[in-house]
Each structure stands twice: as C-alpha cells, then as structure tokens.
C-alpha cells in the first residue's frame, strides 16, 4: 500500500483529505505542519508528500527544500495543495523541488488521478 504524508494546519482539510486518499486505498500519514512533517517524514516510508503552502512554524516551499536536501526523498513526489494560484508563488514552489502545485478548493477525483500519474 502507497502512504502519503498529508500536510495541513487546518483538521478539517486533513481529515478531508485523509478520507478522499484512504478511500484510494492509500495509507494516510497526517502532519499538522511542516516541522510535524520533517519528524514524520523520518520515521515513515512515505511514497509522496501533499503539503499545505500557508502553515505556522514551517510552509510548504519550506518543507519541500528540507525535504529535498535530504537524499531519501530527492525523489519523492511532492505536492502543494493551497488556496495559493498566482504564477510567483507556483514558480517558488518548482524552485523548491515541488512535483506539483494543486489549488483549493480541490476535486477529490482530480487529486486521487494527479496523485497516481505522479506515483507512476
């Protein structure tokens, strides 16, 4: 079974996306930020990451340039889910090391076929 580090400071959209991905038949590892995520993403084996952009302590972009910078998950897929759409901050994000950049509110159909193209 694929797990997926899912990202966010908001319980409901965890727990919005945690059903829509278990629902998939992924594993489903929730973090509340991006510090949560770094801990997490360390003692898990996670296959691909959906972060938040605009959480405390550590955002998305941040997250993904930690996360790159370490070699296990130089290649792990990365994806910003964010309320986040203008061209500026989705070319931060590339620069970061961001797979993907997917924009709230988001079509549980659309993440589930973007997450398993990207999983490939």
């Known amino acids: 079974m694929r797990s997926i ?3 966010d400071d908001s319980p ?5 996306v945690a059903f829509t991905l278990s629902s998939a ?6 973090a509340v930020d991006g510090v949560d995520a770094l801990a997490k993403a360390q003692a898990e084996n996670i296959d691909l990451v959906l ?14 340039r930690k996360l790159r ?5 130089k290649s792990t897929p990365i994806l910003i889910l964010t309320t986040e759409s203008s061209d500026l901050m989705k070319q931060a994000g590339r620069a970061a090391g961001a797979t993907g950049w997917l924009v709230k509110p988001f079509d549980p159909n659309r993440l589930i076929e ?4 990207v999983l490939r």
């Open 5 to 7: 580090l899912a990202v």
């Open 12 to 16: 409901s959209m965890r727990k919005m």
């Open 25 to 30: 038949g992924f594993k489903v590892v929730e």
């Open 51 to 64: 972060a938040d952009q605009n959480m405390p302590r550590l955002d998305g972009i941040g997250l993904t």
């Open 69 to 73: 910078e370490d070699p296990k998950f």
């Open 114 to 117: 973007v997450i398993q193209k």
